[in-house]
């Protein structure tokens, strides 16, 4: 695969584009524009809400990003969302009931559009006071569709409790991680990084044979195995999650030696 060049670029932001202190790189951001002068599309896909999509506009102000792992579909230009695949609120209330029943001390927390609501227990890490964050009770959580369900316990090992929304949730939803937390993070039925690429893709007229994707944690896994079957590159970072090291088809630099930025410099 020597001469093999992608159609499409598609990269996760936290602990792949961006190095640990929130920032990308000048190198990165040069090479990126090379590729897009070059009329390849450069896709974010992240878990990450709308909201917290401001600040790297003012660098990377293009295109359409991928946030809440595949759920919503956001124009970065015009800051404005242009597709969402919600969770309903039947699903929403019988998830939430089966895990507190199962475990009474989980606190969830909900992401639409560009609010985040929580349980007044719950704590969040970051932007407490942002605008658009606020407190509601668990009835209202679960009152409205949403693009993603958090659910945190702040006890039990990250692999346990997310093995236990996994049993609980079942067929009703889509459960992925990207956290060293305890902290669940759930879609609707279907949802991933692999189905909002799919979409963004499709709109360029690119195959999944014809993109490539990096990331470091395991909310990247289906969209490594979206290209990895079609003959793409699923490339993670040399500081990845192992099982989505198990599914990649390369091995880059970590965000902080501009990983990325290496492997497409030398494609």
């Not at 693009?147 to 609980?168: C, G, N, S, W």
């Not at 909310?219 to 040399?238: H, L």
Request: one cysteine or more; hydrophobic letters at 45%.
């Amino acid at each position: 695969m020597s001469d093999w060049r992608p159609r499409l670029i598609a990269s996760d932001m936290d602990g792949t584009l961006l190095r640990w202190d929130d920032t990308v790189s000048d190198a990165t951001v040069a090479e990126l524009e090379r590729w897009r002068a070059d009329g390849v599309p450069v896709v974010l896909a992240t878990g990450r809400p709308p909201r917290w999509m401001r600040r790297i506009r003012e660098v990377l102000g293009h295109g359409t990003a991928v946030c809440c792992n595949g759920a919503v579909l956001l124009d970065l230009e015009r800051f404005e969302i242009i597709a969402e695949e919600p969770l309903q609120p039947d699903v929403l209330e019988s998830v939430t009931t089966e895990l507190r029943r199962r475990r009474p001390d989980t606190w969830f927390a909900v992401e639409y559009g560009l609010e985040f609501r929580h349980e007044p227990i719950y704590r969040p890490r970051w932007d407490v006071d942002a605008p658009g964050v606020a407190e509601a009770s668990l009835d209202e959580l679960v009152a409205q569709p949403v693009a993603k369900l958090l659910a945190r316990h702040e006890t039990l090992p990250r692999d346990e409790f997310v093995a236990l929304v996994e049993d609980v949730v079942g067929d009703r939803a889509t459960v992925t991680h990207s956290s060293t937390d305890a902290l669940a993070e759930i879609s609707a039925p279907g949802v991933t990084k692999a189905s909002g690429l799919a979409t963004v893709a499709a709109r360029y007229g690119v195959g999944p044979e014809d993109v490539v994707v990096f990331g470091d944690m395991p909310n990247d896994i289906a969209a490594f195995e979206w290209v990895r079957a079609a003959g793409g590159r699923a490339v993670a970072m040399a500081h990845a999650h192992p099982d989505l090291m198990a599914v990649a088809t390369d091995v880059t630099g970590t965000n902080d030696d501009d990983g990325v930025a290496a492997f497409l410099a030398a494609l």
